[in-house]
Protein backbone atom coordinates (compact mmCIF):
# COMPACT_ATOMS: atom_id res chain seq x y z
CA UNK A 1 0.00 0.00 0.00
CA UNK A 2 0.95 3.91 -0.36
CA UNK A 3 2.48 4.93 2.98
CA UNK A 4 3.36 8.17 4.01
CA UNK A 5 5.89 8.33 7.65
CA UNK A 6 6.32 11.17 9.65
CA UNK A 7 9.27 12.11 12.45
CA UNK A 8 10.36 14.78 13.70
CA UNK A 9 7.91 15.63 16.53
CA UNK A 10 8.49 16.34 20.43
CA UNK A 11 8.51 18.87 23.12
CA UNK A 12 10.20 22.35 22.70
CA UNK A 13 10.02 25.46 24.73
CA UNK A 14 7.91 28.25 23.04
CA UNK A 15 10.30 30.39 20.67
CA UNK A 16 12.34 27.03 19.71
CA UNK A 17 12.42 25.09 16.14
CA UNK A 18 11.71 21.72 14.80
CA UNK A 19 11.90 20.23 11.52
CA UNK A 20 9.20 17.45 10.59
CA UNK A 21 9.91 15.04 8.42
CA UNK A 22 7.96 12.45 6.15
CA UNK A 23 9.27 9.92 4.29
CA UNK A 24 6.90 8.33 1.47
CA UNK A 25 6.66 4.68 -0.05
CA UNK A 26 5.12 2.84 -3.13
CA UNK A 27 4.41 5.84 -5.08
CA UNK A 28 6.42 8.24 -7.13
CA UNK A 29 6.78 10.72 -4.97
CA UNK A 30 7.85 13.67 -7.13
CA UNK A 31 4.52 13.81 -9.37
CA UNK A 32 2.60 15.08 -6.18
CA UNK A 33 1.61 17.87 -4.50
CA UNK A 34 2.17 17.44 -0.83
CA UNK A 35 0.74 18.86 2.39
CA UNK A 36 0.99 19.64 6.13
CA UNK A 37 -2.22 19.26 8.21
CA UNK A 38 -2.36 19.18 11.56
CA UNK A 39 -4.56 18.79 14.56
CA UNK A 40 -4.82 20.22 17.77
CA UNK A 41 -5.38 18.16 20.99
CA UNK A 42 -9.06 17.41 21.01
CA UNK A 43 -9.98 19.77 17.65
CA UNK A 44 -10.45 19.84 14.22
CA UNK A 45 -8.58 19.63 11.05
CA UNK A 46 -6.31 22.42 9.95
CA UNK A 47 -4.35 23.00 6.43
CA UNK A 48 -0.73 24.10 7.18
CA UNK A 49 0.86 24.44 3.56
CA UNK A 50 1.45 22.23 0.44
CA UNK A 51 4.31 22.74 -2.48
CA UNK A 52 4.10 22.04 -5.67
CA UNK A 53 5.68 18.50 -7.38
CA UNK A 54 9.22 20.47 -8.09
CA UNK A 55 8.87 22.93 -5.18
CA UNK A 56 8.32 25.76 -7.39
CA UNK A 57 5.58 27.05 -5.65
CA UNK A 58 4.29 26.97 -1.95
CA UNK A 59 1.33 27.78 0.04
CA UNK A 60 0.60 28.19 3.48
CA UNK A 61 -1.75 29.43 6.00
CA UNK A 62 -2.07 32.79 7.53
CA UNK A 63 -1.32 31.89 10.76
CA UNK A 64 2.75 30.30 10.01
CA UNK A 65 3.23 32.28 7.36
CA UNK A 66 6.64 33.34 8.36
CA UNK A 67 7.34 30.86 10.56
CA UNK A 68 7.10 27.43 8.85
CA UNK A 69 8.50 26.22 5.87
CA UNK A 70 7.64 23.51 3.53
CA UNK A 71 10.08 22.15 1.18
CA UNK A 72 10.85 18.90 -0.09
CA UNK A 73 13.86 16.70 -1.88
CA UNK A 74 12.65 14.68 -4.75
CA UNK A 75 15.92 13.00 -5.06
CA UNK A 76 15.62 11.68 -1.13
CA UNK A 77 12.08 11.46 -1.31
CA UNK A 78 11.08 13.41 1.32
CA UNK A 79 9.02 16.20 2.80
CA UNK A 80 9.88 18.69 5.55
CA UNK A 81 8.39 20.76 7.69
CA UNK A 82 10.57 23.73 9.22
CA UNK A 83 9.11 25.32 12.13
CA UNK A 84 10.54 28.16 13.80
CA UNK A 85 8.82 30.70 16.53
CA UNK A 86 6.75 28.15 17.85
CA UNK A 87 3.88 29.07 19.99
CA UNK A 88 1.71 27.29 22.05
CA UNK A 89 -0.96 27.38 19.54
CA UNK A 90 1.24 25.28 17.53
CA UNK A 91 0.83 22.25 19.73
CA UNK A 92 -0.44 19.53 17.57
CA UNK A 93 -0.50 16.23 15.72
CA UNK A 94 0.74 17.02 12.19
CA UNK A 95 0.29 14.94 9.68
CA UNK A 96 1.33 14.84 5.64
CA UNK A 97 -0.90 14.20 3.65
CA UNK A 98 -0.33 13.08 -0.45
CA UNK A 99 -2.78 15.78 -2.44
CA UNK A 100 -4.29 13.29 -5.09
CA UNK A 101 -6.37 14.32 -7.93
CA UNK A 102 -7.31 14.23 -11.75
CA UNK A 103 -8.46 17.38 -14.09
CA UNK A 104 -11.65 16.87 -16.05
CA UNK A 105 -10.73 19.35 -18.53
CA UNK A 106 -7.67 22.20 -18.99
CA UNK A 107 -9.33 24.24 -15.93
CA UNK A 108 -11.45 21.60 -13.49
CA UNK A 109 -8.63 20.05 -11.41
CA UNK A 110 -9.59 18.21 -8.55
CA UNK A 111 -7.95 17.73 -5.03
CA UNK A 112 -8.25 15.40 -2.49
CA UNK A 113 -5.92 14.26 0.84
CA UNK A 114 -4.67 10.54 0.27
CA UNK A 115 -3.05 8.98 2.09
CA UNK A 116 -2.11 10.48 5.21
CA UNK A 117 0.55 9.83 7.62
CA UNK A 118 0.07 8.42 10.64
CA UNK A 119 1.00 11.60 12.27
CA UNK A 120 3.78 13.05 14.95
CA UNK A 121 2.79 15.48 17.82
CA UNK A 122 4.63 18.55 18.21
CA UNK A 123 4.29 19.99 22.00
CA UNK A 124 5.31 23.42 22.61
CA UNK A 125 5.40 24.44 26.31
CA UNK A 126 7.36 25.70 28.56
CA UNK B 1 -10.65 31.95 3.08
CA UNK B 2 -13.72 29.44 2.37
CA UNK B 3 -15.49 28.86 5.53
CA UNK B 4 -16.71 25.17 6.03
CA UNK B 5 -19.79 25.02 8.37
CA UNK B 6 -20.80 21.14 9.23
CA UNK B 7 -24.28 20.06 10.90
CA UNK B 8 -25.04 18.94 13.00
CA UNK B 9 -21.66 18.78 15.00
CA UNK B 10 -22.76 15.88 17.19
CA UNK B 11 -25.23 13.08 16.66
CA UNK B 12 -26.44 9.71 18.56
CA UNK B 13 -27.53 6.87 16.16
CA UNK B 14 -28.68 2.94 16.36
CA UNK B 15 -26.65 0.53 14.12
CA UNK B 16 -29.08 0.41 10.66
CA UNK B 17 -29.98 3.95 10.89
CA UNK B 18 -29.44 5.93 8.15
CA UNK B 19 -26.95 9.01 8.86
CA UNK B 20 -27.07 12.07 7.20
CA UNK B 21 -24.25 15.16 7.95
CA UNK B 22 -24.60 18.58 5.63
CA UNK B 23 -21.61 20.55 5.06
CA UNK B 24 -22.40 24.16 3.82
CA UNK B 25 -19.60 26.64 2.02
CA UNK B 26 -19.46 29.99 2.82
CA UNK B 27 -19.42 30.51 -1.21
CA UNK B 28 -19.75 28.66 -4.03
CA UNK B 29 -17.03 25.79 -4.42
CA UNK B 30 -18.85 23.81 -7.73
CA UNK B 31 -18.08 20.12 -6.40
CA UNK B 32 -14.46 20.49 -5.12
CA UNK B 33 -15.59 19.10 -2.26
CA UNK B 34 -14.47 15.98 0.15
CA UNK B 35 -15.08 14.16 2.98
CA UNK B 36 -12.98 11.86 5.55
CA UNK B 37 -13.34 9.53 8.36
CA UNK B 38 -11.70 9.65 11.56
CA UNK B 39 -11.38 7.41 14.05
CA UNK B 40 -9.49 8.21 17.70
CA UNK B 41 -5.86 8.40 17.51
CA UNK B 42 -6.01 7.39 13.84
CA UNK B 43 -5.22 9.72 10.80
CA UNK B 44 -7.92 10.91 8.50
CA UNK B 45 -9.44 8.37 5.54
CA UNK B 46 -10.56 9.67 2.58
CA UNK B 47 -14.08 8.34 2.01
CA UNK B 48 -15.63 10.40 -0.80
CA UNK B 49 -13.67 13.50 -3.35
CA UNK B 50 -15.26 15.64 -5.91
CA UNK B 51 -18.70 15.66 -3.55
CA UNK B 52 -20.39 12.44 -4.90
CA UNK B 53 -17.12 9.92 -6.36
CA UNK B 54 -16.53 6.64 -3.94
CA UNK B 55 -13.08 6.56 -2.79
CA UNK B 56 -11.59 2.86 -3.78
CA UNK B 57 -12.45 0.22 -0.90
CA UNK B 58 -15.16 2.20 0.27
CA UNK B 59 -17.85 0.59 1.68
CA UNK B 60 -21.04 1.73 -1.11
CA UNK B 61 -23.61 2.47 2.24
CA UNK B 62 -20.83 6.05 1.84
CA UNK B 63 -22.41 8.86 -0.44
CA UNK B 64 -21.94 12.12 -1.53
CA UNK B 65 -24.00 14.91 -3.13
CA UNK B 66 -24.21 18.74 -3.66
CA UNK B 67 -22.20 21.36 -5.56
CA UNK B 68 -22.12 25.11 -5.39
CA UNK B 69 -22.39 26.09 -1.40
CA UNK B 70 -24.56 22.38 0.06
CA UNK B 71 -23.22 19.04 0.61
CA UNK B 72 -24.48 15.97 2.27
CA UNK B 73 -22.45 13.06 2.93
CA UNK B 74 -25.11 10.16 3.74
CA UNK B 75 -24.57 6.94 5.48
CA UNK B 76 -27.32 4.61 4.47
CA UNK B 77 -27.36 1.80 7.29
CA UNK B 78 -25.25 2.12 10.28
CA UNK B 79 -22.39 0.06 10.95
CA UNK B 80 -20.38 -0.24 14.21
CA UNK B 81 -17.51 0.66 12.54
CA UNK B 82 -18.70 3.85 11.32
CA UNK B 83 -18.84 5.74 14.65
CA UNK B 84 -16.12 7.98 13.99
CA UNK B 85 -15.95 11.79 13.47
CA UNK B 86 -16.54 13.47 9.64
CA UNK B 87 -14.88 16.00 7.68
CA UNK B 88 -15.61 17.23 4.45
CA UNK B 89 -13.09 19.52 3.02
CA UNK B 90 -12.81 21.86 0.08
CA UNK B 91 -10.50 22.41 -2.69
CA UNK B 92 -12.08 24.93 -4.63
CA UNK B 93 -8.58 27.25 -3.77
CA UNK B 94 -6.06 28.25 -0.90
CA UNK B 95 -5.77 27.75 1.76
CA UNK B 96 -7.80 24.27 1.59
CA UNK B 97 -10.00 24.23 4.61
CA UNK B 98 -12.89 21.68 6.41
CA UNK B 99 -15.23 21.56 8.26
CA UNK B 100 -15.07 21.53 12.32
CA UNK B 101 -16.29 17.71 12.22
CA UNK B 102 -19.36 15.90 13.08
CA UNK B 103 -19.10 13.45 15.87
CA UNK B 104 -21.26 10.29 15.13
CA UNK B 105 -21.87 8.39 18.17
CA UNK B 106 -23.95 5.14 19.15
CA UNK B 107 -26.95 5.68 20.76
Known amino acids: DVQLVESGGGLVQPGGSLRLSCAPS????????MSWVRQAPGKGLEWVAN????????NYVDSVKGRFTISRDNAKNSLYLQMNSLRDEDTAVYYC???????????????????WGQGTLVTVSS | DIQMTQSPSSLSASVGDRVTITCRASQSISRYLNWYQQKPGKAPKLLIY???SLQSGVPSRFGGSGSGTDFTLTISSLQPEDFATYYC?????????FGQGTKVEIK
Open chain 2, 50 to 52: AAS
Open chain 1, 26 to 33: RFTFSNYW
Open chain 2, 89 to 97: QQSHNIPRT
Open chain 1, 97 to 115: AREAGYCSSTTTCYFWFDP
Open chain 1, 51 to 58: IKQDGSER
